[in-house]
């Protein structure tokens, strides 16, 4: 009897423990599953369209956005805007829009963010708020090859000089003294197209666009930089704080992770 009380007890505590273990183990899971929602719910935005982020970009600016032989969208910001929404659970729609109407379609509705190689600007701040800054650049002087002329800022004096209209770089050469004239175009490509036409004598941009032009079309070279500190961020419409934050983490995280260096030596040759 006294052997059968024995086996009865530890046949008790042997299933009391189990029971435990598997309170335990639940608990665990639940804990768990408990964490995954609120990570879900801490990086679910409302966006125009469910389910999509819309992005205005002026898709004429490599390596930045332009539209590859297949025509999609691709650069250097699809690829990190492509990332950032799959980290917010949403699919990104590019919405190709001409530079000088890109913050109005943003204050219109038309897109939830810029993404454009847009520097961050006091005037831009007073009518849309911006993303932490993504990248950094200078401007800089792209003149055609066997140009011995222009090698410096000063070289500029009595010269016609191409600018993307609106963009920092035609701010940078209306501060230039000197210069004879200044042509605005409405896409970076057209004013290459003039200066490889000998139209124009220099472009002033954007020194990783004025690169990257000048690498892959073969007739012209950047002869200098002018120093102006600018910072690309993410445009967003004022007061969508919920989106901006987001983002902002997104960018983090892919920062700290690698995927930030993996996209830009994808685009840029180096980390």
Same mark, same amino acid.
């Given at each position: 009897? /006294?052997?059968?009380?024995?086996?009865?007890?530890?046949?008790?505590?042997?299933?009391?423990?189990?029971?435990?273990?598997?309170?335990?183990?639940?608990?665990?899971?639940?804990?768990? #599953?408990?964490?995954?929602?609120?990570?879900?719910? #801490?990086?679910?935005?409302?966006?125009?369209?469910? *389910?999509?982020?819309?992005? *205005?970009?002026?898709?004429?600016?490599?390596?930045?956005?332009?539209?590859?032989?297949?025509?999609?969208?691709? +650069?250097?910001?699809?690829?990190?805007?492509?990332?950032?929404?799959?980290?917010? =659970?949403?699919?990104? #729609?590019?919405?190709?829009?001409?530079?000088?109407?890109?913050?109005?379609?943003?204050?219109?509705?038309?897109?939830?963010?810029?993404? @454009?190689?847009? !520097?961050?600007?006091?005037?831009?701040?007073? #009518?849309?708020?911006?993303?932490?800054?993504?990248?950094? @650049?200078?401007?800089?002087?792209?003149?055609?090859? *066997?140009?011995?002329?222009?090698?410096?800022?000063?070289?500029?004096?009595?010269?016609?000089?191409?600018?993307?209209?609106?963009?920092?770089?035609?701010?940078?050469?209306?501060?230039?003294? *000197?210069?004879?004239?200044?042509?605005?175009?409405?896409?970076?490509?057209?004013?290459?197209?003039?200066?490889?036409?000998?139209?124009?004598?220099?472009?002033?941009?954007?020194?990783?666009?004025?690169?990257?032009?000048?690498?892959?079309?073969?007739?012209?070279?950047?002869?200098?930089?002018?120093? !102006?500190?600018?910072?690309?961020?993410?445009?967003?419409?004022? +007061?969508?704080?919920?989106?901006?934050?987001?983002?902002? /983490?997104?960018?983090?995280?892919?920062?700290?992770? =690698?995927?930030?260096?993996?996209?830009?030596?994808?685009?840029? =040759?180096?980390?």
């Amino acid at each position: 009897m /006294r052997r059968k009380g024995f086996l009865a007890l530890l046949t008790l505590v042997l299933a009391l423990t189990l029971a435990v273990s598997l309170l335990a183990a639940g608990c665990g899971e639940k804990e768990e #599953e408990k964490k995954e929602e609120e990570k879900k719910e #801490e990086v679910t935005v409302t966006t125009l369209q469910k *389910g999509k982020l819309l992005m *205005g970009s002026d898709t004429t600016y490599p390596p930045f956005e332009s539209i590859g032989d297949d025509g999609k969208p691709e +650069g250097f910001d699809v690829d990190i805007a492509t990332e950032i929404a799959e980290r917010l =659970g949403l699919e990104l #729609e590019v919405v190709t829009t001409a530079w000088d109407g890109i913050i109005p379609g943003l204050k219109a509705d038309k897109y939830d963010i810029i993404m @454009s190689a847009m !520097t961050i600007t006091d005037e831009r701040l007073e #009518e849309i708020d911006f993303s932490d800054p993504y990248i950094d @650049s200078n401007q800089s002087i792209a003149v055609k090859k *066997g140009n011995t002329d222009i090698k410096s800022e000063a070289d500029l004096a009595g010269k016609v000089v191409g600018v993307q209209v609106d963009t920092t770089g035609q701010f940078t050469a209306e501060e230039i003294p *000197g210069i004879k004239e200044i042509r605005k175009y409405d896409t970076i490509i057209l004013a290459f197209q003039e200066l490889e036409l000998g139209r124009i004598d220099a472009i002033l941009n954007d020194y990783p666009v004025n690169a990257y032009m000048s690498k892959i079309r073969g007739q012209t070279e950047v002869v200098a930089t002018i120093k !102006t500190d600018e910072q690309y961020g993410i445009g967003i419409r004022k +007061g969508n704080d919920q989106l901006r934050e987001a983002i902002n /983490r997104a960018l983090a995280e892919m920062k700290e992770d =690698g995927t930030y260096d993996k996209i830009f030596k994808k685009w840029f =040759g180096e980390e």
